[in-house]
């Protein structure tokens, strides 16, 4: 079992940065891969990024590419989302979510293949 506390939202003006954290409980974080996903009003949780158990590969979704880095220290049982030139599309419910799939590699972006989710920590940018 594992248990997920997300930390560090909040509201943002429109190009300024926000991290976010995800603590886990339990020992079987260090072999478990990571993702974070998103919900605004009205749309449908979205995958975000992802970072595998060694955190030697990342992904991104083509949204946030190049402004969101997604990293983990497994020593401290935390993931992070560094979110950095953030526009008012990116308001949502954040949420980090754990997998022990073994394919998770290559279906990292449907949430249904993830087993644990934290309650979510909000982000409002404003424009």
């Known amino acids: 079992q594992v248990h997920l506390v997300e930390f560090g939202g909040g509201l943002v003006q429109a190009g300024g940065s926000l991290k976010l954290s995800c603590v886990a409980s339990?020992?079987?974080?260090?072999?478990?891969?990571m993702g974070w996903f998103r919900q605004a009003p009205g749309k449908e949780r979205e995958f975000v990024a992802f970072?595998?158990?060694?955190?030697?590969?990342?992904y991104y979704a083509d949204s946030v590419k190049g402004r969101f880095t997604i990293s983990r220290d497994n020593a401290k049982n935390t993931v992070y989302l560094q979110m950095s030139s953030l526009e008012a599309e990116d308001t949502a419910v954040y949420f980090c979510?754990?997998?022990?799939?073994?394919?998770?590699?290559?279906?990292?972006?449907?949430?249904?293949?993830?087993?644990?989710w934290g309650q979510g920590t909000q982000v409002t940018v404003s424009s």
């Open positions: 339990g020992r079987i974080f260090s072999s478990i891969a």
């Open positions: 970072i595998t158990w060694r955190g030697d590969s990342t």
């Open positions: 979510a754990a997998s022990r799939s073994a394919f998770i590699t290559t279906t990292y972006y449907r949430r249904t293949d993830y087993d644990y």
